[in-house]
């Protein structure tokens, strides 16, 4: 079984700040993870994923995401928001062949 | 590369009648499919998992009879709402596995389905 626990369904953050987005996981295999983010009435692009190679993982438009085993974690960091990062953003876990399984997602705001 | 595409973005239709949803990958071949459905400020719902050339699998508490799936093709899956009602209306979004790629879905942009 696997689960995906979002901490904070909504972040403010103001322009030109840090972003955390935190994500706990459960598996009871080594899991695959994955940050999704959502515009409105679109679907998800990938971010960045963790597959078992290097535990912080660099993804695009300035995202990284760290795997942490002991803490069962998989938070997403950017160092300087931007407006246009506003958006629902999801963790994911699978297990290989499993199919992901989402959190509920963080709508992250950002203000000028 | 790993495009998904879905059509139509958009459809109204009215109640009782059905609606078909496409799923396409355009540059790589899904061995699997998925249709998700999303409610409004909700995460996704996985409905069910398509495999080329067999039957889908269903997530439980999902009516097989009402959502139908074919993957006929190695790229292209369909969601069929059948007799659709108001309570059907939702975002439907598929993603699509690559061959030998088991980690990574590639998601489509999604269907926004409203039967009133």
């Known amino acids: 079984a696997q689960s995906v626990t979002q901490l904070g369904s909504h972040v403010s953050v103001s322009e030109g700040a840090l972003v955390l987005l935190r994500c706990n996981y459960s598996s009871s295999v080594p899991p695959y993870l994955f940050w999704y983010v959502q515009y409105p009435n679109q679907g998800l692009q990938l971010l960045l994923k963790y597959t078992s190679a290097a535990t912080l993982v660099k993804g695009i438009n300035g995202f990284e995401a760290e795997f942490k085993k002991s803490e069962t974690s998989f938070h997403l960091t950017k160092p300087s928001a931007h407006m246009s990062d506003a958006a629902e953003y999801f963790c994911a876990v699978s297990s290989g062949y499993s199919t992901l399984t989402f959190g509920k997602g963080t709508m992250l705001l950002v203000s000028p | 590369g790993a495009v998904v595409s879905q059509h139509p973005s958009r459809v109204i239709c009215k109640s009782g009648t059905s609606v078909k949803i496409e799923c396409r990958s355009l540059d790589f071949q899904a061995t699997t499919m998925f249709w998700y459905r999303q409610f409004p400020k909700k995460s996704l719902m996985l409905m069910a998992t398509s495999n080329e050339g067999s039957k889908a699998t269903y997530e439980q508490g999902v009516e097989k009879d009402k959502f139908l799936i074919n993957h006929a093709s190695l790229t292209l899956s369909t969601l069929t709402v059948t007799s659709a009602h108001p309570e059907d209306s939702s975002f439907y979004i598929c993603?699509?596995?690559?061959?030998?790629?088991?980690?990574?879905?590639?998601f489509g942009p999604g269907t926004r389905l409203t039967v009133t």
């Open positions: 993603s699509a596995r690559a061959s030998g790629r088991v980690y990574e879905q590639y």
